[in-house]
C-alpha cells in the first residue's frame, strides 16, 4: 500500500491547513485511516482515526473541536481539515491504514506514508 500525504506547510497560529493522503490500495474502503504526528523529540502521537465506513471518528483531546478527519472512498483518499492552529500543533504528519480490513478493534496502523510537515508560527 503506498499512501502519500499532501497539504503541509506554514501557517500562522490561528490558520487552518487542510492535509490530504492518497491511497493506492484498491480496497481502500474496507480499512480505517488514521493521522499521526510527531513533534521534534517527542514519539509519534495518535491525531485522529476514521472507521471504514466514516461512521466512527476518534481524536486525541488536544485536536477535538479543532481538527476534522474525512475520508473519499470513490477517490481513495482521507483529509485533516486543521483550525485554529496552535503552535504545538507544529510536527511532521503521517497518513496510515489500519491492519485489517473492518476492524472494529482500535487503530492499529499497518502501513505509513512519508509525512507533511506542518509548521506553525506564533
Request: with cysteine.
Amino acid at each position: 500500500v503506498q499512501l502519500v500525504e499532501s497539504g503541509g506547510g506554514l501557517v500562522q497560529a490561528g490558520g487552518s491547513l487542510r492535509l490530504s493522503c492518497a491511497a493506492s490500495e484498491r480496497t481502500f474502503s474496507r480499512y480505517a485511516m488514521g493521522w499521526f504526528r510527531q513533534a521534534p523529540g517527542k514519539e509519534r502521537e495518535f491525531v485522529a482515526s476514521i472507521n471504514w465506513s466514516g461512521a466512527r471518528i476518534y481524536y486525541v483531546d488536544s485536536v477535538k473541536g479543532r481538527f476534522t478527519i474525512s475520508r473519499d472512498n470513490a477517490k481513495n483518499t482521507v483529509d485533516l481539515q486543521m483550525n485554529s492552529l496552535k503552535p504545538e500543533d507544529t510536527a511532521v504528519y503521517y497518513c496510515a491504514i489500519d491492519r485489517m480490513p473492518f476492524s472494529s478493534a482500535n487503530f492499529q496502523p499497518g502501513s505509513w506514508g512519508q509525512g507533511t510537515q506542518v509548521i506553525v508560527s506564533t
